[in-house]
């Protein structure tokens, strides 16, 4: 019987003990659009196998060969299917109704929801709220038995798309429910020369990591600049 004390001897574990990701199959849903193209691109880069997902598997197909590196494309549904970690980088107008058809292809899944919720009008972008709280959160209640976190949502799509950067100096804040799944999506992040993934709290503050986006778009065209963030002190 384990006792108090003895769970007091239990190290902790170290939070940067992350799971090797190297042999696991990465499908980016909305990889012909800018984020899902530069996420498809840098995680073929650093040696993950990729698979491009898009409503149309030609678009796919030409996206995935215009980029080379091995990177496969297909239909989403089929992405889904052959893929161990799904990113989900779909504009947010058609988040909803995409994960609503890719319900049963999802389930099981480890999904990445990278959709930052924004509205754009003359003052510039500004943050939009969805009723279940954050887009992460709304694919958590549109894939009951999917694994959902949240990530990448504060990355240059100009930057990952260059062939002639070779680092991406930023840090990706990872949400989720439970660590072992937060820890796969760390580690995926890892991968990509000069990124590191950080946790960031439960599904519950995806909210306000979405919404940043808008920030930095300001920040961006103020100063003309590719911002990501950096976490201090860990």
């Not at 990177?71 to 107008?93: K, Y």
């Not at 887009?135 to 799509?157: D, G, K, M």
């Amino acid at each position: 019987m384990t006792t108090s004390e003895d769970a007091k001897k239990v190290p902790a574990k170290d939070p940067w003990d992350l799971p090797d990701v190297s042999g696991l199959v990465v499908g980016v849903l909305g990889g012909t659009g800018d984020q899902g193209r530069g996420l498809a691109y840098r995680l073929a880069k650093a040696g993950q196998r990729v698979i491009i997902g898009s409503r149309a598997a030609e678009r796919a197909r030409t996206a995935a060969e215009e980029l080379g590196l091995g990177i496969e494309g297909l239909d989403n549904a089929e992405c889904a299917r052959r893929s161990d970690i799904v990113i989900v980088a779909v504009p947010w107008e058609g988040h909803a109704k995409t994960l609503e058809a890719l319900r049963e292809e999802l389930a099981g899944k480890l999904v990445v929801d990278c959709v930052n919720p924004l509205g754009f009008d003359k003052q510039g972008a500004y943050a939009l709220k969805p009723e279940e709280g954050s887009a992460a959160q709304q694919a958590a209640a549109l894939l009951p038995e999917s694994r959902v976190t949240a990530a990448f949502h504060h990355l240059s799509a100009v930057l990952l798309s260059d062939p002639e950067v070779a680092e991406i100096d930023t840090d990706v804040m990872v949400l989720g429910e439970k660590r072992a799944d937060t820890d796969i999506v760390q580690a995926l992040a890892g991968r990509i020369p000069g990124m590191r993934g950080v946790f960031a709290g439960r599904l519950r503050n995806a909210h306000q990591v979405e919404s940043l986006v808008a920030n930095l778009i300001s920040a961006n065209r103020r100063y003309k600049a590719h911002a990501g963030l950096r976490v201090t002190d860990v």
